[in-house]
């Protein structure tokens, strides 16, 4: 059996056993093909469609006869996974891809019958005619001209001139002045400076103070970062009650075997109420049966539609059930997509520009049009790729969605949106939250590996379920807030924000040319 088959045969089994486990012995299939859609396109050697869907439809009756569970199949649809298989890094519809490294955005470009011809071209994206953004975002080496650096200043000093009152000074700052004389000096004013001290694109100047970034050491006393760390709400840490006893009892097992057959007797007794025992149940069997085998695992040698799938999918997995939705396929973010459009407006003078597409990420956490959250995975342990991810593009993006979260002023201080960054098999998350003040601060926790040995295969794996669960329940805690806020109604001032700035773009950015780097 072909490589590609085995991956999609494992997918299928495993979302079928989900349905096994809540009492469904019937499976629409459409359902099945929308799931299994980024192993399709990832793993297809082939480009006939009529040949995809035979083989594929035939797998999945095959595992579902396997597990005695009926397919239906009337009505289903293939085109999605058709336009992706013959598009060549481009959707049918004309979209173009700027891929920043920062908040790629995708610019919406009519197809003329001669770029139809080049859209169908494998050569489009070297295209030297090809349309460029022009409010593409910055790269880890785009340099601030003298420009943007007067920008910053002029908007620096409105924003302190209005809101100086609303500031936060440390505890630790205060202390410190006291003792050398001097005036205090705020969180915000701090970054500020740092921002226009910077030669090159900083999130910095988007008034980001991300703890993992080390340049904060030179700025901040370490009484005051560590004043830093510690304000704001503390992170659920403590295993949900649903399934604290299941963890009691996984911490006794030795071995994948082991953990495979507690998974599939785990007793349920109402699947509909136990939606965490569900989610525990059906991951530990997937994880599990990886060490089956050989009793090891590599996950370096797996590409990042795999790791995140096959790996890292019970980050998703856990919100079914949920209001919240895990979007994979590389959704693009609506509020980042809210952005960069900011400056659109009605043809005048100059016509309208295209609007743009939001930076694409690997999930998006959301409940309607609110995102909570977004995941970004490198499956190599590359650093550089790391740090633009992980340092320059998440912020900016999560900044985005906390900035439309926080639409009301009794929201501001208690909003959190959440990231999490896996690179190199391991995974952080990011806990994106406004805790005093007019800054938004980055808290992160220490990497989390993924297991690779029967030794290590329960040590490991718990902790990132539990990370699991964190995620979910912080995600959920601002959803409810959100949805028992009453959104005020005021006269429209043309901007994103009632209080704060939006996220800064580089002059240099605007005018840089597209290139593919996520």
Known sequence: ???EDTLIIEATETYLLEFLSRGEKSVNI??????????????????????IKRNYTRLIKIVADSLQMSIVDENASWKRIERR???NGTSSAGIVESSNPATSVVEDVPLSSSSSSMASSSSMASSPSMASSPTSLPSLKTKITLEDRSLLTNKFQNFKKNHQNDFWVLEATKKQTKDDGTEPISVEEKVMEFALRCEYYHPSQSLILDLGDKNWSSVFSEEELDELRSTGDNLPCSVPQEIEQCFADLKKLKAGADVFRYARVLEIDDPSNELLKVWLSTELQKIAKLFLKTGTFDIDNLMESDQL???????????????????????SSEANATAVNQNRQLSSIKPILNRKMGRRGDIIFSSGHTELGCTEIGAANNQTKEIRDSLLKMPLVLRDMLLLATFSPNLLHQSHVIGYSISGGCVSLLDVSIPKGLITVIRRTEPL????????????????????????????????LIDNTMRPISLSNGRNHWCLLPNFVPSQAKSQKRQRTD
Do not use: W
Not at 316 to 324: C, K, N, Q
Not at 466 to 480: D, P, R, Y
């Open 449 to 480: 590996d993924f297991p690779d040995k029967n030794k290590n295969l329960v040590s490991r794996l718990c902790p990132l379920l539990n990370l699991a669960c964190i995620g979910k329940a912080m995600m959920e805690q601002t959803l409810t």
């Open 30 to 51: 459409q359902k099945i093909i929308d799931h299994l859609e980024n192993y399709i396109v990832f793993s297809s050697t082939a480009t006939d469609i009529h040949l």
């Open 309 to 331: 799938y096959r790996c890292f999918d019970f980050l998703a997995t856990i919100f079914e059930g949920s209001d919240i939705i895990a979007k994979g396929t590389e959704k």
């Open 1 to 3: 059996m072909a490589p």
């Open 85 to 87: 298989l013959g598009s």
